[in-house]
């Protein structure tokens, strides 16, 4: 199978909401609902294929204290494995939330201890981006967005790995998300608005990224009240590349606090843009048989006979279903 065909998603809705994730090692895409509690500090692991909208509990035991937040608090995944980050400033690298990965021998990598930039914090992660589908590859370089101005790289494989720190400049660029481009072997970073997309290349020098600007086209006449809805919404935005297609996307992703007594994030709308080599952002509401997933973690899409031309979101305060068909958001924020 296609590499981006095979994935696995971390959707742990208890707590941090890992969001979805990818791995060369299963397949189709699954997300992890909980772990049920077996004795010893151990929890048998409760996943749900994308395919088959149906809970599946399996034998595989990981460590309650994974899913739980006090005292490991999950910063991100990517490639199917997550990331953690303790009070030790030290970022680790598991496998066990993976449900094809070991349970008796699992891979925990611990990566060099962060380095903070002046003016800069590294205790609030955006998230984290993997350059392939294992920390043990040679090549491979993880990359860590941090809220604010800092960017840090490394190659865990290496033996005298250390931290490659950025500090980025632009503002528009401080509570962006970074992902991975296969296709152009380079690290990339949206702006917000998404005007600006910064891109890094892990061959040569971290400190001189490529800056390209996008021209938004066919873009829709909304109504009054559907763009004052949007105005009024918290905006992120998220850049996703297809694989099995080539595509890459920009996914503009709208939220709003509800009204009840307990304050939560819910999702309003999503609009998605089809990026291509000239620097044009495409609006469209066709992107074929594809889901993109959208959480804490790196986004990625993947083809999906149930949720096909959808946007699947798993967040800290909802899961849900956005249809660009038909313009719709199927589910809602946890109670």
Not at 34 to 48: N, Y
Not at 180 to 194: A, E, L, N, V
Not at 195 to 210: A, F, Q, V
Request: aromatic share 8%.
């Amino acid at each position: 199978l296609p590499l981006e065909a095979s994935h696995w998603e971390t959707c742990v809705r208890e707590i941090l909401s890992n969001g979805f994730s990818s791995s060369s090692v299963q397949t189709p895409p699954c997300s992890i609902i909980c772990a049920d509690p077996c004795g010893a500090g151990l929890g048998k692991l409760v996943i749900m294929n994308a395919n088959e909208g149906k809970c599946t509990d399996l034998e595989k035991k990981v460590p309650l204290e994974l899913v739980d937040s006090d005292p490991m608090v999950t910063i991100g995944a990517s490639h199917g494995w997550v990331a953690t980050l303790k009070d030790d400033g030290v970022v680790r690298l598991q496998d066990d939330l993976n449900p094809v990965a070991s349970d008796t021998n699992p891979k925990r990598i611990p990566l060099p201890p962060l380095v903070t930039l002046p003016r800069c914090q590294t205790q609030i992660v955006t998230n984290v981006a993997m350059s392939s589908s294992s920390p043990k590859d040679e090549d491979c370089v993880v990359a860590i967005k941090f809220l604010g101005p800092q960017l840090s790289f490394c190659r865990p494989a290496q033996s005298n790995s250390e931290w490659i720190n950025i500090r980025i400049a632009n503002p528009g660029f401080f509570s962006s998300r970074v992902m991975y481009s296969k296709k152009d072997d380079m690290f990339r970073i949206p702006g917000s608005g998404g005007h600006l997309i910064g891109s890094w290349d892990p061959r040569t020098e971290y400190h001189n990224p490529k800056i390209q600007r996008l021209r938004f086209r066919n873009l829709p006449e909304l109504p009054k009240t559907k763009r004052e809805l949007l105005d009024s919404c918290y905006r992120s935005e998220h850049l996703v590349e297809s694989r099995t297609t080539g595509e890459t996307f920009l996914v503009k992703w709208y939220k709003k606090a509800t009204t009840k007594d307990t304050v939560k994030m819910k999702t309003k709308a999503v609009m998605v843009f089809k990026l291509d080599e000239k620097g044009n952002a495409v609006y469209t509401k066709d992107i074929g048989d594809l889901c993109i997933f959208l959480s804490k973690s790196e986004p990625f899409c993947s083809s999906s006979s149930m949720f096909p031309n959808c946007v699947d979101i798993c967040d800290v305060d909802e899961a849900a279903i956005a249809s660009l068909e038909y313009d719709s958001i199927i589910g809602g924020t946890y109670y």
